[in-house]
Structures are given as C-alpha cells and as structure tokens.
Antibody, heavy 121, light 107 residues
Framework: QLQLQESGPGLVRPSGTLSLTCAIS?????????WSWVRQPPGKGLEWIGD???????NYNPSLNGRVVLSVDKSKNQFSLNLTSLTAADTAVYFC??????????????WGQGTMVTVSS | DIQMTQSPSSLSASVGDRVTITCRAS??????LNWYQQKLGKAPKLLIY???TVQSGVPSRFSGSGSGTDFTLTISSLQPEDFATYYC?????????FGQGTKVEIK
C-alpha cells in the first residue's frame, strides 16, 4: 500500500529557505494523482500549502505570497517543497499527502507522518 | 478564498453519546467537502469525502451530510478511540481551506 515519508532539516534560520522532500513508496508519482503539502503550526489548525502533478503543473496557496515552489523528481519517485524568506510563523509540522479524486471530489486520502520544522536563529 | 467555519470549537462528551459537528462554507461548495480526524501527534486521517461518503475502513458510526454551504459530521455512538480533533476541508476552489477544527474531549 502507498506510503509517504517526509524528510528535511528540523531547524532552519530566519530569512532562509526550507527544502523538504516526500518519498513515495509502493506507487508511482506518475500514477495520475496530484501530490499535496499541508502544514500545521504548533497547537493550531491545518493549512493547505499547494499541490503538484507529475507533469509539473502546480497550485499554490496565495496566502504564501509566492514564497513556495513545488517540484517533482520522477527518477527518485519523490516530490519536494521549497519555501523561502522564512519567519517564525513558518514553524510547523509539514505533511505530504496524496490528492485523489473519489466520486469526482478531490480529497487527501494518504498522508505522511509529518516532519517538524522550527525556524529559529 | 472560501472560508470554512466549524462549530463548536470543542466539546465534551461521554462514551456512547451521539456527537454532531457542523461546518459552514462562506459560499456554496456543492458537495466538495471532506472530513478528517486527527489524533495528537499524528497525521490527519480521511473519514468522509464528497460530504457524505464514508472512506473505506472507517467505522459506520461516522456519517456526513449537507450540501451547498452547511455540512454536518455525526458520530452515532462515541467510542474511546474517537476522542480527537476533527477538521472539515473544501476542495471546490483551486486553493483548498480547512475549518479551524473541533476538539472532542472526554467528559
């Protein structure tokens, strides 16, 4: 069954760039699904960051003001998130997920376990 | 963007209680509404999609209803493993939004 695993640095500096990767197991990134990122600040709710198709097509949350770029690496069967101009407000658990269409409705049906990222000097 | 408002923000209930959580969208989202359960320190889990379809493997005590702007998640008989935070999420727009969450606690 499909498994997703996030990886990346646990601590990043303010004004720096965060790079995270989501490795896909037991499925192909080109399987026809979109792939999503969601984050959750400590003690707060969920925020959708964006999603990407294997062709490179993307959708982004406009509240991130153009700071986010998603990409795919078909050779490694993984997708990535880059978030620039970091502030303490970007401190969060970052989740990757599969976006799937069921009964014509998109939803996120498989999630990674999440990775905690702290922005601090 | 489409705002999602859940109520209540938290509730206390006992095992066996019937629990209802509501979610309201700032504009019509037809049935593009999903519900997730999140336990402490864990990833969200999809419970309901398309407003009323129970995800495979989810117990039948969970149900969803609604369309347009008003939606409901119901747990018919609360079990110990159901104590968690529940989120609604719209997938109608290009960018998706979640409700603020409803924390279900033990009375």
């Amino acid at each position: 069954q499909l498994q997703l695993q996030e990886s990346g640095p646990g601590l990043v500096r303010p004004s720096g760039t965060l790079s995270l990767t989501c490795a896909i197991s037991n499925s192909s990134i080109g399987s026809g699904n979109w792939w999503s990122w969601v984050r959750q600040p400590p003690g707060k709710g969920l925020e959708w960051i964006g999603d990407i198709f294997h062709t490179g097509s993307t959708n982004y949350n406009p509240s991130l003001n153009g700071r986010v770029v998603l990409s795919v690496d078909k050779s490694k069967n993984q997708f990535s998130l880059n978030l620039t101009s970091l502030t303490a407000a970007d401190t969060a658990v970052y989740f990757c997920a599969r976006r799937r269409v069921q009964r014509k409705i998109p939803c996120m049906d498989v999630w990674g376990q999440g990775t905690m990222v702290t922005v601090s000097s | 963007d489409i705002q999602m408002t859940q109520s209540p923000s938290s509730l206390s209930a006992s095992v066996g209680d019937r629990v209802t959580i509501t979610c309201r969208a700032s504009q019509s989202i037809r049935n593009y509404l999903n519900w997730y359960q999140q336990k402490l320190g864990k990833a969200p889990k999809l419970l309901i999609y398309a407003a009323s379809t129970v995800q495979s493997g989810v117990p039948s005590r969970f149900s969803g209803s609604g369309s347009g702007t008003d939606f409901t998640l119901t747990i018919s008989s609360l079990q110990p493993e159901d104590f968690a935070t529940y989120y609604c999420q719209q997938s109608y727009g290009v960018w998706w939004t979640f409700g603020q969450g409803t924390k279900v606690e033990i009375k």
